[in-house]
């Protein structure tokens, strides 16, 4: 018998034809001249001007908004509003529902009609495992930590807002990630906008993935370090900054760094994309640098038993200095966590921003991650977990191939639940969530200045709650959808059959 193993090599991200790419940039500079137009018309006072402005004796002043994103804001996403902040009124599972608005000035504010748009299938929220859930069964020890703690603790975890049960969620993680220990936080943002500047300061040097996180970004600001950004998954990239940083130390004194800090996601959230982890960790240890892995959305999403691009990879969790996650997504409830050395940890816990000033977190939230982490461990005597686990790798696959075989550009690694769908024109972004919309299906579309100005894109998020028949459903939709607006774009042809391995994995004798 013969083991095959498939490779997890770098994914390729498909360019659009060249016509695509002119008409993108010429969408965008029509409603760009259309809204110097309008501001024209603005100014002469044939148009009213709704947005927030300085009052005319305060023009000398300082201004308080940015001329550019200001005109951004008032002429080209006003028009284009009412594809987000929809208002859900009900459980965000695997299907919701939706107030239905209506707008009688271009979307510059928003009238409720009274009617609700019900069962429409939820493409759009990281509830990755389906525990985003209101099953009585299921959450009866999360209403039984409500009645005894109540649902806040208004205090910090190091005055008396330290609960028997952060307690036993931190050993939790720890024993789930196989690392020494762990410490959790009440919000995923500043889990990395507040540590991050906790571990390295002036004279440290960051090394970050030009595709990371605002709050990857926002905590390597504050930390004062110097940053420099690597090509998103790019070896060469990274390896030839750690050769300079090490061979040439600081600006001008020339001193070596104090610390050099790799900063990573596990699953990155607009390409879908996952880290080349072995590879980085690779580099970390020949030059001696720290790694920060973010897994935000790879924790509980990616590998066998849901551990994350460790496991994915079969990596040793000791290889990643600092290891990130957030609650938010694959656990369906809040708040994030560091993990790693019990030496680093003991650190955080008293420099920490979010551990000294933040609050601890909510008794519910927390008893609810308890809840799902042990389900997925199989520590609730059952196979749940690991049956959710399976499928949402299963709907994975089943989803990006099906969009594959019907010509859409997509992004990201086939494990990633996260499927952007390149849309590129701004138009047609628009059309395209409108008309998904009113075949009732919820979807996110992202564009400039998120994502490069040629790359809008529709981000759909699988999750394990969602059945066949409703990928079917999302599927048919797309196919029509994509039809009516030429939005498959993709000139490969798909086989459904994997490739084992990349050819580049085999050394060949010349």
Known sequence: LFELKVCHKHEPFEQAPMYVAVLTYLGFGIVTLFGYLRDFL???????????????KQKDFVPLYQDFENFY?????????????????????????????????????????GKTIHNVINMGSYNYLGFAENNADFLKTVADKVRQYG?????????????????????????????????T????????????????????????????????????????????????????????????????????THRPWKKILIVVEGIYSMEGS??????????????????????????GAVGQTGRGVT???????????????????????????????????????????????????????????????????????????????????ENTKYFRSRLKEMGFIIYGNNDSPVVPVLLYMPAKVVAFAREMLARKIGVVVVGFPATPITEARARFCVSAAHTRDMLNQVLDCMNEVGDLLCLKFSRRKYSPQPDLCDETDFELDS
């Open 151 to 183: 649902v806040g603790v208004c205090s910090t975890r190091q005055e008396i807002g330290n609960l028997s049960i952060h307690e036993e969620l931190e050993q939790l993680v720890a024993n789930f990630l196989g690392v020494e220990s762990a410490m």
């Open 73 to 113: 804001t008032r002429n080209l996403y006003m028009r284009v509003r009412d594809n987000w902040n929809r208002p859900i009124c009900s459980l965000p599972g695997p299907v919701f529902d939706l107030m239905e608005r209506v707008s009688d000035d271009y979307n510059w504010t928003f009238r409720f009609t």
């Open 185 to 252: 936080y009440g919000m995923g943002f500043a889990t990395n906008s507040m540590n991050i500047p906790a571990l390295v300061g002036r004279g440290c040097l960051i090394l970050s993935d030009e595709l990371n996180h605002t709050s990857l970004i926002l905590g390597a600001r504050l930390s004062g370090a110097t940053i420099r950004v690597f090509k998103h998954n790019n070896m060469q990239s990274l390896e030839k900054m750690l050769k300079e940083a090490v061979c040439s130390g600081q600006p001008r």
């Open 311 to 393: 496991e994915l990879f079969n990596v040793n969790p000791a290889d990643v200095d600092v290891m990130m996650g957030t609650f938010t997504k694959s656990f369906g409830a809040s708040g994030g966590y560091i993990a790693g050395k019990k030496e680093l940890v003991d650190y955080l816990r008293t420099h920490s921003h979010s551990a000294v000033y933040a609050t601890a977190m909510s008794p519910p939230a927390t008893e609810q991650i308890i809840r799902a982490m042990k389900c997925i461990m199989g520590k609730d005597g059952s196979t749940e977990g690991l049956r959710r686990i399976r499928q949402l790798a």
């Open 274 to 299: 996952v880290v080349l982890l072995p590879e980085v960790i690779a580099l970390k240890k020949k030059y001696k640098a720290y790694l920060y892995l973010d897994e935000a959305h790879s924790i």
């Open 42 to 56: 603005r100014a002469v006072g044939l148009e009213k001007c709704n947005i927030a402005q300085e009052r005319e």
